[in-house]
């Protein structure tokens, strides 16, 4: 493993506030100076003899080049600069689909970048690449924190600081649903891989878990919108049975005289809005059997004093007893966690023989793993959190399998960013892999890993990034495309027909889509209920014309003039 803070002026001396890796490599930077980056990262070879840790910077008319007189790991191209944004960019995005880039920042727009293939940059400007707003989104008046696309690039998610996290839909260009639950900023959304799930993250000490569901509307055509809802809110986490004091669960006795047990102890999981951060970037594994939640406390007990965490819940539904997201473990920190992002591989289980609770090569003198580091390995042991309703779990701890921690086929390796650490962790054993720290001035900000997992860059408010890269296998040995994709059907298979399960604006296929029959069915059975209406519109009219019977009454009325007749013409001069 290596480690490196490339030094050169990402955003003009201004925080850099997010990261994100393009399959193709490009690397997407948003900053404070308003503008959204595009660069490429390089690996070079690092075979020569240089040991000097001194870097120096070489800029020119066309590209940024990092030259370092020891060991140069990596180079950095600049590619080009997107300037729209009127105030700082706190979130950018690839789509999955490697079309669009998304950015949103403290202006409140959200604006979609494409990328304008063939087409030959300005001459003037020291762009290589030429980009162009496709979509402007424009829904929530305030800051914009995150955001998140779903795995089909077809929605987009953003949270907000007017409490409240928007759906957006490409294919309309319009905010298909705002979601109100939440009472404080939303610094963080995230889709759910398999496309059932969003979660949102907010600094009102809740994650919120939203699905769709079908209610009738007059405006669809079908009858039927498709409407996020909330399913389930994760706020507190009760005591382990042996750290409640017996007197509080002991039987009591009302003024009724009936007896009753007394509540069980509970705690908050997540830190509040003093938390020094602008972010709580949560993210789902890349099989959506787990889902990673930064921001935690965690309390041993009610006398206990609260500690820094993040955590880790199972997949809705995944325990046959419970359908509600189990809380598995617990990470504790020494420091408030930021964000935490999974590798976008998985990984092949490690022999039990070979597999030791530090793998990861650190005998480098690049790796910022050493004895002087403030991190202990002891502060950042994954720890088991015993759910009452856990169970048998597939994604639960694996207690009679020491080596492997979780009862999964596979690794997941994931990193997490406090403030001032970067701690990368697997599925299989408790203890961290690694740990980075020390390597930024200011508070760190985003993560974001290449798509071929070998590379994780982290970005800081000082103005800098790092990259971190590990050797081919290093991490262990990446499953094939075929066994990714194939894990993933089969977790599909589970929740049903992905293409509706999240239909959030209530649209059926269209007509191109529809098949004849469907059409033929559809026209037969509207002219039946045209027919059906106007019958009864027919009948209708046909009982109001029929008089009805008169009642007998005491009084007979005069006649006064035949219907027929005309009304005599009042004279032009009457007398008095």
């Known amino acids: 493993m290596k480690s490196e803070t490339i030094m050169i002026l990402w955003h003009s001396k201004d925080p850099v506030f997010s990261v994100d890796f393009h399959s193709s490599g490009r690397l997407v930077t948003g900053g404070a100076d308003n503008d959204v980056k595009i660069w490429r990262i390089i690996r070079n070879n690092t075979n020569n003899n240089v040991t000097n840790n001194e870097h120096t910077t070489e800029a020119t008319s066309s590209t940024s080049v990092t030259k370092n007189k020891h060991k140069e790991y990596h180079s950095i191209e600049f590619l080009a600069n997107l300037s729209r944004h009127s105030k700082a960019v706190n979130s950018v995005r690839f789509s999955p689909s490697g079309e669009f880039l998304a950015s949103g920042g403290d202006d409140g727009f959200i604006f979609i970048w494409k990328l304008n293939e063939g087409a030959a940059p300005n001459p003037d400007s020291i762009d290589k690449e030429s980009w162009s707003i496709v979509y402007t989104l424009r829904g929530q008046p305030l800051d914009v924190y995150d955001l998140c696309w779903s795995h089909d690039s077809k929605y987009l998610a953003s949270g907000s600081t007017d409490n409240s996290a928007a759906v957006w839909s490409l294919n309309k260009t319009g905010t298909r649903q705002i979601l109100t639950d939440h009472t404080h900023y939303v610094q963080g959304v995230a889709f759910d891989p398999l496309g059932v799930y969003l979660a949102t993250f907010s600094s009102d000490r809740s994650c919120k878990l939203y699905t769709s569901k079908k209610q009738k509307s007059k405006k669809s055509s079908k009858g039927n919108a498709s409407l996020l809802i909330c399913k389930h809110t994760l706020t507190k986490r009760y005591y382990k049975k042996e750290e409640v004091d017996e007197s509080n669960t002991t039987v009591t006795t009302d003024e009724k005289g009936k007896t009753k047990e007394k509540e069980k102890e509970k705690h908050k999981l997540f830190l509040d809005e003093n938390m020094n951060t602008f972010f709580r970037r949560l993210c789902w594994s890349p099989d959506g059997a787990l889902l990673f939640t930064p921001a935690g406390m965690f309390k041993a007990n009610k006398d206990s004093g609260a500690t820094n965490a993040s955590y880790i819940f199972s997949r809705p539904g995944s325990n046959p007893t419970s359908i509600a997201p189990n809380l598995l473990v617990h990470l504790p920190s020494t420091k408030p966690v930021i964000v935490i992002r999974c590798n976008p591989c998985l990984f092949k289980l490690k022999d039990s023989t070979n597999s030791t609770a530090n793998s990861i090569n650190s005998n480098s003198k690049d ?210």
């Open 367 to 576: 790796t910022t793993n050493n004895s002087n580091n403030s991190v202990r390995d002891e502060d950042t042991k994954m720890e088991d959190v015993e759910d009452s309703e856990k169970g048998n779990s597939q994604q639960g701890v694996d207690n009679e399998h020491p080596n492997s921690f979780f009862k999964l086929s596979y690794r997941i390796v994931f990193a997490v960013a406090t403030l001032d650490t970067v701690v990368i962790y697997d599925t299989q054993h408790a203890h961290p892999l690694c740990y980075v720290t020390d390597i930024h001035y200011a508070a760190l900000t985003d993560l974001a890993w290449s798509k071929d997992g070998r590379t994780l860059v982290v970005s800081s408010k000082d103005g800098y990034c790092s990259i971190i890269s590990f050797e081919e296998n290093e991490l262990g040995v990446p499953l094939s495309s075929e066994e990714f994709s194939r894990i993933l059907k089969e977790e599909r298979g589970k929740e049903g027909d992905l293409d509706i399960a999240f239909d959030i604006d209530g649209n059926e296929p269209t007509a191109d889509e529809e098949s004849k029959e469907n059409k033929d069915k559809d026209n037969k059975n509207k002219e039946k209920e045209k027919d059906e209406a106007a019958k009864n519109l027919s009948a209708t009219k046909k009982d109001t014309d029929t008089p009805p019977l008169k009642k007998p009454r005491r009084v007979v009325p005069t006649l006064i003039s035949t219907p027929n007749s005309k009304p005599t013409p009042a004279p032009n001069n009457p007398q008095v």
